[in-house]
């Protein structure tokens, strides 16, 4: 006898009841945090309300093509540069076995640590037209010696590919990890030659991790300013602080954000158009497969190669720092060096307290509302990552201006009191930018830990009366320190190496360890800007450390 579906009125009314719901504080929280990060953005395209024809003009008669063919010129030379170097040192280690590749396999991820701007400098210190290479060169063989000019279009992608091919590299090793020698031999077994064998089955079935990472280098191309800048190589990101503090148009920075907003988006919605098509399974689970033993010279071929990408993408530059560091230590070492690393490591623990404090409680939220608009509230709120520094810090600029000059307004029309600003120059558009930039960040380390607590715990919990707030503090706070510590972690040392947030935003004065960087590289002090990118460089190391950890021995 088949039974009635009495439970549908049930569950329609129950439907219904949430539906006609007030959301609770929890949802509330996420859907402020999300309108957070869609201000600057809506901020931006209402810029075209009012366009500043006249620089438009001027930027399309003197900039704008250049603009334009600079940017394409970044980024397709930085994404094959990056995914040459990041896919055939992905192979060597993850699936090759040569000497030196254990060492070899964390050691290719220690350029992570460089902030881009800092390699840039110290490459035009060390192989510029007067550093001392080139000048040794000259005395070898000869003033007539051709050298390649650094301080060009290549130069700028030779730099940032060195500095940005760990992303390719960290994503496809472990593509290659479980593939090993079994791909080639399956391909062997077709009729395919080995090389063959690598292009056809090899690569294809590792497209879905070289696409993820050639999508972050993409973004991180457009994004980056202090590199670029040190080039004097104009692109979109240097155009808005050009525009800003060069023509002092809010405005025409405002439009320029909005088109290198449109091309990110753009990336974004083609990246996972891609995921999407690619899926690919493996018929059962293998976290190592059998290596590919490297014979004769081939083997001393694969060290060498590894050796000298390490060696030019992080040894010489770090020991080329040391070297300039311990040359001016004591005259930079004084009050002043002290003064901008105070400014640095207040903002950054400011920062990192904040944003790791937001992404448990939006973490939680989505643990206490599995609903769709929760969890789109949320990605949402992480959507920030993918903004570059330039950009968000006019679109936060530009409101809270127009915020300022209200209550200015309002207090000399009603009280007749000149008030000075408020939130103009002030340490907390700095914070509010650095929360919508790396919430991304905090988040994802803090939820991954929250989802490894089991909703059995929560019933438990809720039965001896703990709910609410005090569930999250006195039962998943304790059982999350893992994650929140390196959600801490990864926070403080993005926010010491943010340069373009910190250049634009700061209250006068408010000098920190990138910013004297970018001031002394501006004017090729190459040599004093050694001691504070040392500094930056040891922080940077720390994710490094956490991410050799938590990766796979091998």
């Known amino acids: 006898m088949s039974s009635l579906p009495t439970d549908q009125p049930g569950a329609s009314l ?132 051709w050298m390649p000019d650094m301080r060009s279009a290549g130069g700028v992608v030779l730099v940032m590919s060195l500095a940005l091919y760990p992303y390719v590299y960290l994503l ?49 191309a457009l994004a980056d300013f202090g590199a670029v800048s040190i080039f004097n190589y104009d692109t979109f990101t240097t155009a808005i602080y050009k525009a800003w503090f060069g023509f ?63 060696l030019v993408a992080f040894i010489l530059p770090a020991l080329q720092l040391l070297r300039w560091s311990l040359e001016i230590f004591h005259e930079e070492f004084d009050s002043r060096y002290l003064g901008l690393l105070g400014h640095s490591l207040l903002l950054a623990l400011l920062s990192a307290l904040l944003i790791a404090t937001i992404a448990l409680l939006l973490s939680y939220a989505g643990r206490r509302h599995q609903d769709r608009l929760t969890h789109g509230l949320i990605r949402i709120s992480t959507l920030g990552y993918a903004l570059p520094g330039t950009v968000l810090a006019v679109g936060i600029f530009i409101p809270l201006a127009k915020l300022d000059n209200l209550l200015i307004d309002l207090a000399r029309a009603s009280f007749g009191i000149e008030m000075l600003p408020l939130l103009q120059g002030t340490i907390a558009i700095m914070l ?30 809720r039965l001896m009366g703990l709910r609410g707030v005090k569930l999250l503090a006195k039962v998943h706070l304790p059982m999350l320190r893992g994650g929140i510590l390196t959600a801490l972690t990864l926070v403080f040392v993005d926010v010491m190496k943010e340069m373009p947030i910190t250049l634009m935003t700061r209250p006068f004065g408010w000098d920190t360890l990138a910013v004297k960087i970018f001031e002394l590289t501006s004017e090729g002090e190459w040599e004093r800007a050694a001691l504070p990118a040392l500094t930056l460089l040891l922080s940077g190391l720390i994710p490094i450390i956490l991410l050799m950890r938590e990766s796979d021995k091998d």
């Not at 091309?263 to 990246?271: D, G, M, Q, R």
């Not at 803090?446 to 019933?459: C, F, G, L, P, Q």
Request: with cysteine; aromatic share 10%.
């Open 14 to 145: 129950r439907g219904s009841r949430r539906f006609l719901s007030l959301p609770s504080g929890w949802q509330w929280l996420t859907a402020s945090v999300s309108l957070l990060v869609l201000a600057p953005i809506s901020v931006l395209l209402l810029a075209w309300l009012d366009p500043a024809w006249e620089i438009w003009q001027h930027l399309q008669q003197t900039l704008l093509a250049r603009l334009l063919l600079n940017t394409a010129t970044l980024v397709i030379g930085v994404s094959c540069g990056t995914l040459l170097l990041g896919v055939s040192l992905a192979w060597l280690t993850g699936a090759c076995d040569f000497p030196g590749r254990r060492h070899f396999s964390w050691a290719l991820l220690l350029p992570l640590a460089m902030p881009t701007y800092v390699l840039t400098f110290v490459f035009l210190g060390l192989f510029d037209f007067s550093g001392p290479v080139q000048t040794q060169l000259r005395a070898w063989f000869g003033r007539g010696i």
């Open 248 to 310: 002092f148009s809010l405005s025409a920075a405002a439009q320029l954000s909005s088109l290198l907003v449109a091309l990110v988006f753009l990336l974004i919605l083609l990246e996972q158009r891609m995921r999407k098509r690619m899926r690919f399974a493996q018929s059962r689970l293998a976290p190592q497969a059998e290596r590919i033993k490297l014979q004769g010279m081939k083997r001393w071929l694969a060290c060498g190669y590894c050796w000298l990408i390490l």
């Open 432 to 461: 509010l930018a650095y929360l919508i930039r790396f919430m991304a960040a905090g988040f994802k380390s803090i939820d991954s830990a929250m989802h490894r607590v089991t909703n059995n715990i929560d019933e438990a919990s």
């Open 172 to 220: 496809t090793r472990n593509a290659f990890r479980t593939q090993g020698k079994r791909a080639l031999e399956a391909a062997e077994s077709l009729g395919c030659s080995p090389v063959a064998g690598f292009f056809r089955v090899v690569l294809p079935m590792a497209r879905p991790w070289i696409a993820g990472g050639v999508t972050l280098v993409v973004m991180e």
